[in-house]
């Protein structure tokens, strides 16, 4: 599975991006796909996952409200919409691909190279 996420850029506070992720090659009739994001010097985060079928998504909890996870099966492309941006969302974003439910990056199984979004004050 390859994952080409996309998107991102430079942008002030309050502003929306919306980040693109396209997945090729092998796919599973049902996998989960999900956005992270790491800052300098943090951990790679969880921010919201999907499941192709659309009977499950998950946002964590900065995201919940702001961010919002979609989807498009026939062009195998997920989406992440994100609204009123904060300094504090600045980081890489990546998009990544498991074959279960989970919010944990260690359980993903494929991953994009990474997307930056920068949010100025």
């Known amino acids: 599975v390859q994952l080409q996420a996309s998107g991102g850029g430079l942008v002030q506070a309050g502003d929306s991006l919306r980040l693109s992720c396209a997945a090729s090659?092998?796919?599973?009739?049902?996998?989960?796909m999900g956005w992270f994001r790491q800052a300098p010097g943090k951990e790679r985060r969880f921010v919201a996952g999907?499941?192709?079928?659309?009977?499950?998504?998950a946002y964590a909890d900065f995201a919940e409200g702001r961010f919002t996870i979609s989807r498009d099966n026939a062009k195998n492309t997920g989406f992440l919409q994100m609204d009123s941006l904060r300094p504090e969302d600045t980081a890489v974003y990546y998009c990544a691909v498991a074959q279960k439910t989970t919010i944990w990056p260690e359980e993903y199984d494929y991953w994009g190279q990474g997307t930056q979004v920068t949010v100025s004050s």
């Open positions: 999907i499941r192709w079928s659309g009977d499950w998504n």
């Open positions: 090659g092998r796919t599973f009739s049902n996998y989960v």
